[in-house]
């Protein structure tokens, strides 16, 4: 298995921003979740979504999915306003996938099955179907599991099945919500690996919020820190690690990556 460097440095002088953030703000029963959130994302870059439990990071990839609307701001795909584009246009016209915390493919069906129901609904011709299915057991290492129920796979399989699923209809822009939740140390670095192949290999942009600081910071360009629905700290992992306010709301003064 590949390791992972503690932090990745690239250089974003000549990136395209594939997503925006304009100034978003969400409200529940009158309670403030998200307050003028603003950010971009460029190609093939990994950012990284972190803060405690409730604090906005899911909302955020179901406000970009057009799962649930935002109460003000706007959500720019490729330059282009799709603030009020239903979720099935926004992800076909502009190459959007979710991958969900929980769930993302069928328990009783196998390995196999939940890959070929999903390649089914996006790939029309047979040929480039199987291809690409053939492409994914590969590459995530699914050919000692391809015939077993789902919900008979580990937890980490399992992630890795909803992650496969999602990119198969080759998107630009890959949404992982808590993709390390309840897994062993061994199934997080294989989801880390996966992560860094698909943005090096497939020029993917991928979005990974989670609580976890360390787990989150060893595979991301950039990271944003949110604490009561704003934007406390946006940079580097390094950046975010040294940043006076993130120490004080989340890090504390002793965190180091290892």
């Known amino acids: 298995m590949a390791i992972i460097k503690k932090f990745r440095i690239k250089s974003f002088k000549e990136q395209e921003t594939l997503l925006q953030l304009d100034k978003v703000s969400m409200f529940y029963d009158k309670r403030r979740i998200l307050n003028d959130i603003s950010f971009k994302v460029n190609r093939a870059e990994v950012l ?6 409730g604090v906005g990071k899911s909302t955020i990839f179901k406000i970009i999915m057009n799962i649930e609307q935002q109460k003000s701001g706007k959500i720019l795909l490729n330059g282009i306003d799709c603030t009020n584009l239903p979720i099935h246009e926004r992800s076909n016209k502009f190459h959007l996938s979710y991958c969900p915390q929980y769930g993302g493919y069928f328990y009783d069906l196998t390995v196999l099955e939940n890959l070929t129901a999903v390649a089914e609904i996006h790939i029309k011709d047979k040929n480039f179907r199987l291809s690409k299915i053939d492409k ?3 590459q995530f290492g ?10 008979h796979v580990s937890g980490g399989e399992r992630r890795k099945l909803a ?9 630009e822009i890959l949404l992982l919500d808590e993709p390390y939740a309840a897994l062993d140390i061994l199934s997080i670095k294989m989801i880390q690996e996966i992560i860094i192949n698909l943005q090096s290999m497939e020029k993917m942009s991928v979005i990974v919020c989670d609580h976890n600081a360390r787990d989150l910071l060893t595979c991301v360009d950039r990271a944003i820190v949110l604490s009561n629905g704003k934007i406390i700290a946006s940079g580097s992992p390094q950046e975010i690690i040294n940043d006076t306010e ?5 890090f504390g003064d002793e965190f180091r990556i290892n």
């Open 136 to 138: 994914i057991v590969g």
């Open 142 to 151: 699914f050919d000692s599991i391809l015939n077993v129920k789902a919900k």
């Open 48 to 53: 990284g979504l972190l803060g405690p439990n």
């Open 163 to 171: 992650i496969g699923m999602a990119i198969i209809n080759d998107p």
């Open 246 to 250: 993130a120490k004080s709301v989340y």
